[in-house]
Nanobody, 127 residues
Framework: QVQLVESGGGLVQTGGSLRLSCTASGGENMHYPMGWFRRAPGKEREFVAATAWNSEAIAYADSAKGRFTISRNNAKRTLWLQMDALKPEDTAVYYC????????????????????WGQGTQVTVSS
């Protein structure tokens, strides 16, 4: 069992930055793939970024490339998402996710691959 708690969301103006954090508790270590997803109002949940357990493989959605950076520190049991040059269309609830089942090699971009989810943190970008 793993519990994930996101933090760092808030209200920011267009062009601003936010750094989201996801802290994991429970389990023996954080040697599993993790990812960030988001759900905007009236839309389906979508992939944002993902990282392998050792950060050797990373993936971004096209909308996040060049603006967002995913990183992790397994010793601190923390996953981050640095978001720069934010746009109003980035407004959403952001969720971190962990994949403990099955293979733990590589990165995963589909939500159905993940077993554990945080409660989400709201990001609002004003125009």
């Amino acid at each position: 069992q793993v519990q994930l708690v996101e933090s760092g969301g808030g209200l920011v103006q267009t062009g601003g930055s936010l750094r989201l954090s996801c802290t994991a508790s429970g389990g023996e270590n954080m040697h599993y793939p993790m990812g960030w997803f988001r759900r905007a109002p009236g839309k389906e949940r979508e992939f944002v970024a993902a990282t392998a357990w050792n950060s050797e493989a990373i993936a971004y959605a096209d909308s996040a490339k060049g603006r967002f950076t995913i990183s992790r520190n397994n010793a601190k049991r923390t996953l981050w998402l640095q978001m720069d040059a934010l746009k109003p269309e980035d407004t959403a609830v952001y969720y971190c996710a962990a994949k403990l089942g099955g293979l733990r090699v590589g990165k995963y971009v589909n939500s159905y691959d993940y077993d554990y989810w945080g409660q989400g943190t709201q990001v609002t970008v004003s125009s």
